[in-house]
């Protein structure tokens, strides 16, 4: 007779979606932690012989509207619930994540940088990739703060934000309190697999590296700072 797992602490988190998000920025990151969801608890971790973690993840999928959301390439996606909703409604997210993506800074739907400037601050944790700390320099909460960004964006975003931000010109991510930012793209996977060793500890975020097979780099491994002239 199998026996369930012990309960486990919750953590919500909510993964910001917009049209034109960077495919990769968020999905390869989520897959990962997504060895945090519940509903893996008894599935994900049982099949691979291995006792469940004692945290948990509570996965929100957010959009500016009801509308399918496509992001870079590949399927149509939807969305559990708007910014609007969840701001009338009063929930705060222990966990927000946030994607790079293609948009300037005219582009930008209100309602998600509405949502990041009222969430972020009261976060335990936020994670943002690639452009996505632009979204956050927008919202006004990188003020005072060390951040990175995509490097080949980085001296546009630079220009085009808060001088009060320091924006780490060589890193593959950066960590200021409860802000997690990382360089462009693929950065965003060594990051969260960065995260989970502070979030579950180094020996299950271990497992869950070997059960995806992903070897993370260092934070300071981070040559396209020279390729694009930042150092």
């Known amino acids: 007779m199998s026996t369930a797992p012990p309960a486990a602490e919750t953590f919500t988190i909510a993964v910001c979606l917009f049209q034109g998000a960077q495919l990769i920025d968020f999905a390869a990151p989520i897959d990962i932690i997504g060895a945090l969801e519940g509903v893996n608890r008894t599935k994900y971790w049982t099949a691979f012989g291995l006792e469940p973690p004692q945290k948990q993840l509570d996965f929100t999928y957010l959009a500016c509207d009801k509308e399918p959301v496509k992001p870079s390439t590949g399927p149509l996606l939807t ?18 994540f946030v994607p790079g993506g293609m948009q300037g800074p005219d582009e930008v739907e209100p309602s998600l940088i509405k949502f990041l400037a009222v969430q972020v601050p009261q ?3 936020t994670l943002a990739v690639c452009t996505g700390s632009w979204l956050l320099a927008i919202a006004g909460v990188l003020d005072g703060r060390r951040a990175t960004t995509n490097k080949a964006s980085f001296k546009v975003i630079q220009a085009a934000t808060s001088k009060q931000i320091q924006w780490v010109p060589k890193a593959r991510w950066v960590v200021d309190g409860n802000l997690w930012t990382s360089s462009g793209v693929t950065a965003g996977i060594d990051m969260s697999a960065a995260w989970l060793e502070e979030f579950v500890g180094l020996e299950t975020a271990g497992k869950i590296a070997a059960m995806v097979e992903y070897k993370r780099r260092n934070q300071d491994e981070d040559e396209f700072a020279a390729v694009y002239g930042l150092v």
């Open 79 to 96: 969305s559990d619930n708007t910014y609007d909703e969840v701001l009338a409604s009063g929930k705060q997210f222990d966990i927000i």
């Open 123 to 125: 976060t335990k944790y």
